[in-house]
T-cell receptor, first 114, second 114 residues
Framework: AQSVTQLGSHVSVSEGALVLLRCNYS??????LFWYVQYPNQGLQLLLK??????LVKGINGFEAEFKKSETSFHLTKPSAHMSDAAEYFC????????????FGTGTRLKVLA | NAGVTQTPKFQVLKTGQSMTLQCAQD?????MSWYRQDPGMGLRLIHY???????DQGEVPNGYNVSRSTTEDFPLRLLSAAPSQTSVYFC?????????????FGPGTRLTVL
């Protein structure tokens, strides 16, 4: 069975500060991991994904995430927050074969303060 | 390309009424799916389809029906609406539904059942 835990349903950062959104997963098989972003009144958009290979994954809009197997984590970071980063962020895990069925986390709403 | 489109954007139903949420994509994707999004629960898979004529249940299928007569369309039917079905519904598609494919999400339908 697979599961995802996102620590902190709401995170506030100042503009220009580091963004750190936490995601821990549980999986009995090697996982594929994803971060999605949802802007207000819009659908989800893929930020980045880890499948195989390099454990540090770079995504769109300056975000990156590092797969740490020993810590079962896939935290999302951005060095400098921008006002436009205010959105809800979802971590998801999937099995590594077959038709995917994402297991989504409960989401973290990021607020960026001027 | 319009991508993934959903209609209507908003809907209010009374308990016991039926309705169909429409989803269409113009990317020739084989895989389509429906999710519901509830506060504090992330997204949960309702039904999915790996091609025309083929559908299967996801995590929370009760109270919903789907069919896939064409590659482009994947409607979601609520046979007898209940207040527990108040939610935001997202349709998503990808080329083949494999774990390495990117899913594209529609803008969502916000449904309220009174």
């Amino acid at each position: 069975a697979q599961s995802v835990t996102q620590l902190g349903s709401h995170v506030s950062v100042s503009e220009g500060a580091l963004v750190l959104l936490r995601c821990n997963y549980s999986s009995s098989v090697p996982p594929y991991l994803f971060w999605y972003v949802q802007y207000p009144n819009q659908g989800l958009q893929l930020l980045l994904k880890y499948t195989t290979g390099a454990t540090l994954v770079k995504g769109i809009n300056g975000f990156e995430a590092e797969f740490k197997k020993s810590e079962t984590s896939f935290h999302l970071t951005k060095p400098s927050a921008h006002m436009s980063d205010a959105a809800e962020y979802f971590c998801a895990v999937s099995a590594t074969s077959g038709t995917y069925k994402y297991i989504f986390g409960t989401g973290t709403r990021l607020k960026v303060l001027a | 390309n319009a991508g993934v489109t959903q209609t209507p954007k908003f809907q209010v139903l009374k308990t016991g009424q039926s309705m169909t949420l429409q989803c269409a994509q113009d990317m020739n994707h084989e895989y389509m799916s429906w999710y519901r999004q509830d506060p504090g629960m992330g997204l949960r898979l309702i039904h999915y389809s790996v091609g025309a004529g083929i559908t299967d249940q996801g995590e929370v299928p009760n109270g919903y029906n789907v069919s896939r007569s064409t590659t482009e369309d994947f409607p979601l039917r609520l046979l007898s609406a209940a207040p527990s079905q108040t939610s935001v519904y997202f349709c998503a598609s990808s080329y083949f539904g494999q774990v390495t494919d990117t899913q594209y999400f529609g803008p969502g339908t916000r449904l309220t059942v009174l």
